[in-house]
């Protein structure tokens, strides 16, 4: 019965908030902050996908590192992965946009302030090396969870070790990584939101001028609804792709 009531009361609050903008709605507010809103999203898309890359591209080492015999090179692995699963986002990102730019003149000698002045690239930095940390320990769990008898078979057939792993042991842990894969791009999206504190217009910063401007609170709403919408479509995409590529494994 709990169940039940509690099931009640958010068809409630959603069924509220709908009326509430059906209400609420200003056609003035779409037309002057609509285009951007659309800029903001397009600004918040690219920054997911960029640092998503990125961030996959660099975990590769990362996780070979953590899963390296050699002793020092595993210990800066881990030293990397716990900074950044263990601190905040929005701390590294100020410590990337504002603590780099305390050392201006070093930067200027080394000739990279013109990467570090803008806080775009800054963000996009902030992001992929956070990202990097959790997509390296979800592909290296993944790998270790395939069975060694794997490796071993494969072994036994006279196969080189890195068609083992492309072959036989990658495929396989894919699979295990795909949905915790899904998850971290799901947190990337909404966490993006804290790069309009740097001055970047994604979504969020567009929202948070139109309030600016307007003082109405639906500004804050539409953007609400429209990171809600992003979320399930992802989320759809997800059960999609992991319903195909694991339809050999249905009984």
Not at 62 to 79: Q, T
């Amino acid at each position: 019965m709990a169940g039940y009531a509690i099931v009640g009361l958010w068809l409630l609050l959603f069924a509220g908030l709908a009326i509430y903008l059906y209400n609420a709605w200003r056609i003035d507010l779409v037309e002057t902050y609509g285009p951007k809103y659309w800029s903001g999203l397009k600004t918040t898309l690219a920054l997911v996908a960029i640092a998503t890359v990125l961030g996959a591209a660099l975990s590769v080492p990362v996780a070979a590192s953590r899963m390296s015999k050699n002793r020092i090179i595993g210990a800066f692995a881990y030293a990397y992965v716990y900074f950044f699963r263990g601190t905040p986002l929005l701390a590294q990102t100020f410590l990337i946009y504002y603590g780099l730019g305390s050392f201006r003149p070093f930067l200027q000698e080394w000739g990279l302030w013109f990467f570090f002045r803008d806080a775009w690239n800054c963000a996009i930095l902030a992001f992929t090396l956070n990202t990097a940390a959790y997509q390296a320990e979800i592909l290296r769990g993944a790998i270790d969870s395939v069975p060694t008898g794997q490796w071993e078979g494969a072994t036994a057939l006279g196969l080189p070790r890195w068609i083992i792993f492309r072959k036989v042991v990658l495929p396989q842990a894919l699979i295990v990584a795909l949905r915790p894969y899904g998850n971290e791009i799901i947190l990337l999206l909404k966490g993006s939101a804290i790069v309009a504190i740097i001055t970047v217009y994604d979504l969020m910063g567009e929202t948070r001028r139109a309030y600016s401007r307007t003082f109405d609170f639906q500004t804050y709403l539409w953007a609400a609804v429209i990171y809600l919408i992003l979320v399930e479509l992802l989320r759809n995409l997800w059960d999609w792709i992991e319903r195909r590529i694991t339809r050999h494994l249905v009984r």
